[in-house]
């Protein structure tokens, strides 16, 4: 009764954490996720291009003819193009490799594409920027010379540093763009600490050279699409190769030197696809499925009251329960909703009380051959596991195939499909066995609660 006990208060704290994440109320930062900008942004519920309505592109690589694309060229122009559509501020976009020379773009609640498409597959530019007496830091957003936009200052999260202020409309200067580069790699010095060495190009040699031998101990800012990778300050007059040090770490010292050698698209883009989606399909989309799951829950709780009486009801509670676990996991990690992804966790839904039944069924069994409630009760559990296991397992291989397939491939509508239906099928089996067995455990603790649950579910 003790462990019951315990079991019943952590299942109700986990039941009110979910509801609590469910429901459309303020919560607070440490619970939601930040923006590009660093604000946080609300706990909900995120739609997919099929239910919310948008835009998605397909980029193909347009590679001069008689030239080959060099390995691993689209998986770098991929992270590129993912990382100027989080920076346009589109909420749950999807950048997917499309076989070897495509990519697909799905930005949900673009109505616009035209903005989008230019900044996606632009070829991007890294420059080498004179801070002008500015205290420039990583992860601010500048205006150069080159770009049209304001100067906007980019915090990072709850912990930014207070002295990283915009400059207002302030114009930095370009001393050098990308061009100069050869190439940049991560290394250890003798002492072990992490660098990066880089090499530049012959001309470019003369252009460095120029600039750091007249900006000694001055800062010159490393800018990609206008965000400060790294503001390093010179220490010497650079020419042919050079070094950035500091207090870096393996991860960060790698991070900054594939940025400052594939800033730019590794491969031209052209735009072979584009499709607008209705928003007003969404919404339909939506009303439908909501409409549909409702009918079919109630049918499923009918069904249960009347097989199983108070079992059945108890069953009934650890399906809301389940339904409140799915929809916060899918508001915490987050997992965009599609249509697709919706009747994953409709049909996660049904093996949940496929999981109950075999439970009860089972149950019925170990009553008519004699046992007492409590021990049938244990004996029911214990005994359907491993056909739960096994039905949920195979569930859960085909799910792992399916998203292997709807990554590969660029087909984002089977992995949302998959991921939902997996998610559901793992948390089907939690409620199953530990809430529903929990509370019929709690049901039995008395000799007259046995006797009725008892008739109840045989039928004497």
Not at 84 to 113: D, F, K, M, Y
Not at 135 to 156: D, E, H, S
Not at 274 to 280: G, N
Request: glycine share 10%.
């Amino acid at each position: 009764m003790r462990n019951t006990t315990i079991s019943l208060i952590f299942i109700a704290l986990l039941t009110a954490l979910a509801v609590y994440i469910v429901l459309p109320v303020p919560h607070p930062d440490w619970l939601v996720r930040s923006d590009q900008s660093g604000k946080p942004t609300p706990l909900e519920l995120k739609l997919g291009l099929d239910l919310q309505g948008g835009t998605q592109v397909m980029l193909e690589a347009d590679v001069p003819e008689g030239r080959e694309l060099q390995a691993g060229a689209m998986d770098t122009a991929k992270n590129i193009v993912e990382r100027r559509v989080n920076g346009l501020g589109v909420s749950e976009a999807v950048v997917q490799s499309q076989g070897e020379t495509r990519i697909t773009a799905e930005l949900p609640g673009v109505n616009n594409p035209d903005q989008a498409i230019e900044t996606i597959r632009s070829t991007g530019q890294l420059e080498f920027v004179d801070p002008q007496g500015a205290n420039l830091r990583q992860g601010m957003i500048i205006n150069t010379t080159n770009k049209p936009t304001a100067v906007q200052n980019f915090v990072a999260g709850p912990n930014a540093d207070p002295a990283m202020t915009p400059y207002g409309e302030q114009l930095f200067t370009t001393a050098m763009t990308g061009d100069v580069l050869r190439t940049a790699l991560s290394r250890q010095d003798q002492y072990g600490q992490w660098e990066i060495g880089f090499e530049l190009t012959g001309d470019g040699a003369d252009q460095f050279y120029n600039y750091t031998s007249s900006h000694i101990g001055q800062q010159m800012a490393i800018v990609l699409d206008g965000v400060v990778l790294s503001a390093p300050v010179i220490n010497a007059a650079i020419r042919d190769q050079g070094v950035i040090s500091g207090q870096f770490t393996d991860q960060e010292a790698g991070s900054l030197a594939i940025q400052m050698r594939y800033g730019a698209l590794p491969v031209p883009l052209k735009v072979v696809d584009v499709r607008s989606i209705s928003a007003t399909l969404g919404a339909d989309s939506v009303r439908s499925s909501v409409i549909a799951g409702l009918i079919g829950m109630g049918a499923v709780f009918v069904f249960m009251v009347l097989m199983y009486r108070v079992p059945g009801l108890l069953a009934n509670v650890a399906l809301i329960i389940y339904v409140f676990f799915n929809l916060a996991i899918y508001k915490l990690i987050p997992v965009t909703l599609t249509l697709a992804g919706i009747t994953g966790f409709l049909l996660s839904v049904g093996m949940a009380v496929d999981a109950n039944i075999l439970i009860f069924e089972r149950l019925k069994e170990e009553l008519r051959s004699g046992r007492s409630p409590r021990l049938a009760v244990e004996a029911g559990f214990s005994r359907a596991w491993p056909a739960i296991f096994d039905s949920n397992l195979t569930t859960l291989i085909s799910c792992a195939v399916l998203y292997v397939f709807g990554n590969q491939f660029g087909a984002s509508i089977v992995k949302g499909y998959a991921l939902t239906l997996g998610m559901g099928v793992l948390l089907s089996m939690f409620t199953a066995i530990v809430v529903t067995r929990t509370f019929m455990r709690a049901l039995l603790s008395s000799r007259s609660q046995q006797d009725k649950v008892a008739q109840t579910i045989v039928g004497y």
